[in-house]
């Protein structure tokens, strides 16, 4: 990852996790709002709700040793290991984020075990064959070397362990290239969010098939959680939110007038939220 990336995506969430954990909480992810997207329900409730239907997805009954890649506050991390009664390790290039995810385990009672650090998910300080789940959740995004990212999710996963991954991506290309319309729009959603670039959920599952994962299975989820943005934009209105941004920085208040960018994405078929998970065997 370039020294630059590495500091603007630092920076970006050291600036906002704190006004996004006042106005929305712990999980710093999409909401589940049913396979179709119609569902009415609490915004924190969808979030919980998709980390619950991504498990029952991907048919996950029990962990013991569990890391979580882009792990934010610790939201997913915390759930995990409460869930499983399991030990959870979250990395995280934001400093801010590994230590309120550490304050917040210790307020949970869960210090014992999670752990919490700054670390670069294509260079992890761990051994080979160390969790038997690698969960990770809306931070593929963020990697300007897929392969790299996924070998190395791989190469930490124990055999018999599973990898899960979440991820923003665009439209499957293999039909019809991407318009100018749509790299215009891309590169928007990129600058705002400190992106190097997404790929699309079939090119996903060809690298997977590449470094060797099994059982793979993949899907796109994009109409059940593709009401979030709108949720979030609704939210960034009230005067909470509005005092929260100014006080943030420049770089929060961009992302939150920018929150549409997502939304028409979605609408205009452009943004899949993507799935995929398989086996080390």
């Not at 439209?171 to 891309?186: D, G, K, V, W």
Request: charged letters at 20%; hydrophobic letters at 40%.
């Amino acid at each position: 990852m370039s020294a630059t990336l590495y500091k603007q995506i630092q920076q970006f969430y050291d600036a906002s996790s704190g006004l996004w954990e006042e106005i929305w909480g712990e999980h710093m992810h999409h909401g589940y709002y049913g396979a179709d997207g119609t569902q009415k329900k609490d915004r924190r409730q969808a979030q919980i709700d998709l980390i619950e239907e991504i498990l029952q997805w991907a048919d996950v009954r029990q962990a013991e040793n569990i890391l979580d890649v882009g792990c934010g506050i610790g939201g997913s991390s915390l759930y995990l290991a409460a869930k499983f009664h399991a030990h959870a390790t979250g990395i995280t290039l934001s400093p801010v984020q590994a230590a309120r995810a550490r304050e917040r385990a210790e307020e949970f009672g869960l210090s014992s075990k999670t752990s919490f650090q700054v670390a670069d998910a294509q260079a992890m300080p761990f051994a080979d064959n160390s969790f038997d789940l690698v969960w990770a959740l809306e931070s593929g995004e963020h990697m300007p070397d897929k392969v790299k990212f996924m070998q190395e999710c791989y190469r930490v996963l124990k055999p018999g362990g599973k990898l899960i991954m979440v991820t923003w991506c665009h439209r499957p290309i293999n039909h019809s290239p991407l318009t100018t319309s749509e790299q215009q729009h891309l590169a928007k959603i990129y600058r705002v969010y400190c992106l190097p670039y997404v790929i699309s959920l079939p090119e996903y599952e060809a690298i997977a098939h590449q470094i060797g994962l099994q059982n793979i299975r993949t899907a796109d989820w994009s109409k059940a959680v593709a009401p979030f943005w709108n949720v979030v934009i609704d939210s960034a209105l009230s005067w909470k939110a509005i005092l929260g941004l100014l006080r943030s920085g420049w770089s929060t208040i961009v992302g939150a007038l920018s929150l549409g960018l997502m939304s028409r994405g979605y609408e205009r078929g452009l943004i899949r939220f993507g799935l995929l998970c398989g086996n080390k065997l």
